[in-house]
């Protein structure tokens, strides 16, 4: 017997179109955004997932998208689980600013460094490592139990939050993780067997 694991990133945010650091900040959802959380609870729908549980962030744009394939499962009477240790890597100092403006000032490989090396933080942020070190005993206390238990569970959170996740199941090196992008709305999902490890990547 084996759980199941859909992980899935928010909808494009309005921090997104606008190419700014977002981090702990709060925009909503885009109109796109909306339209790629509905388009993902259509595909959950139309393959026959009916999650058990649900876990988000504390952050709207993680929230919304959860509301919206709910809306789209048709699933009213639900327990959500919002927990700011689900919340995007904090960006820090960077928060707020536009990406491009960033490489103009600091160069394009210092903000590679900050947006995607392992352990080097953003000055005042979290680097993948810091996240993982909140993320992953969260995950383990909190959601590999229902998995074990054979439970279906929607984890509705960040890009960087869920690759800390992604490289935890996947046992991905730091240089694998690096290269590892989560599209927005685009749902990874996971068969996780008895012994809490990944059993199968399913494709949707
Ligand atoms: O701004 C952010 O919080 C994240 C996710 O959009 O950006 P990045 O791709 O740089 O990790």
Same mark, same amino acid.
């Given at each position: ?59 709207? !744009? ?26 995007? !890597? ?12 960033? !490489? ?101």
């Amino acid at each position: 017997m084996t759980g199941t694991l859909i992980l899935v990133r928010h909808g494009q945010s309005d921090w997104n179109l606008k190419n700014l650091f977002t981090g702990w900040r709060n925009p909503d959802l885009t109109e796109q955004g909306i339209g790629e959380a509905r388009h993902t609870g259509k595909q959950l729908k139309a393959a026959g997932y009916v999650p058990d549980v649900y876990f988000t962030s504390a952050l709207r !744009r993680a929230q919304h998208t959860l509301d919206l394939i709910l809306e789209e499962l048709e699933i009213t009477e639900v327990t959500i689980t919002r927990s700011k240790l689900l919340n995007e !890597r904090d960006y820090g100092d960077l928060s707020g600013l536009n990406k491009d403006d960033a !490489r103009a000032k600091w160069g394009e490989e210092q903000v590679l460094i900050w947006r995607r090396s392992f352990d080097v933080p953003p000055p005042g942020g979290e680097s993948l490592k810091d996240t993982a070190a909140r993320t992953l005993p969260y995950y383990d206390a909190e959601i590999v139990p229902l998995l074990k238990a054979d439970k279906t569970v929607l984890v509705a959170a960040h890009g960087n939050s869920l690759r800390s996740i992604v490289m935890a199941i996947e046992n991905l090196t730091p240089e694998q993780i690096l290269k590892r992008e989560l599209a927005t709305g685009e749902p990874v999902i996971y068969k996780i067997g008895a012994d809490g490890k990944l059993a199968e990547k399913v494709a949707i």
